[in-house]
């Protein structure tokens, strides 16, 4: 389901299946679970982002990733702009060397981190102390949001 571009991130968490998105104190956080987004959802955080009134970007991931059709499409909305820092949280250790890999690409801009330091992430991200606990708090509830959303889908599958 395509969402009209002028949608509220509210009213997108709704309709989204592999992907949420919210923007909190200037933390542009996405969640992610175990499949990856689909297109017409990607293009909806592609809106959300060309928006830019955020410093960073928080992304939380059980592994799913963009396809190669999205990275393609990401970095064509990144070329010559200036990238956020970005922090992507991972209990995979996978997820977490693969975006190490990024580090020196994104001139240390993105850096992975597990879930238990989170801390650690909105430090890098130089987000105000005053700030982490509304940014955790919506990261967590997106997050368990999607896993939800997962959940649900496979028991209706089985």
Known sequence: MI???DATDAARIRFMQTMI???VEKVLIVAHGTRAPLDE???AWMARM????????LILT?????TPKQRSATNAFWEGKEKPKMAVLSESALVRGAIFAFYYLFKGGMRPFAPAH?????AFMDVPNTAW????????RLHGAIRATEVRETQAVA
Request: some cysteine; overall charge negative.
């Open 3 to 5: 969402l009209p571009r």
């Open 21 to 23: 998105f919210e923007c």
């Open 41 to 43: 959802e990607w293009e």
């Open 50 to 57: 060309g928006r830019l009134d955020y410093d960073c970007v």
């Open 62 to 66: 059980d592994g799913a990733a963009p």
């Open 118 to 122: 989170m801390n650690d992430a909105l």
């Open 133 to 140: 606990e509304a940014v955790a708090r919506t990261a967590l």
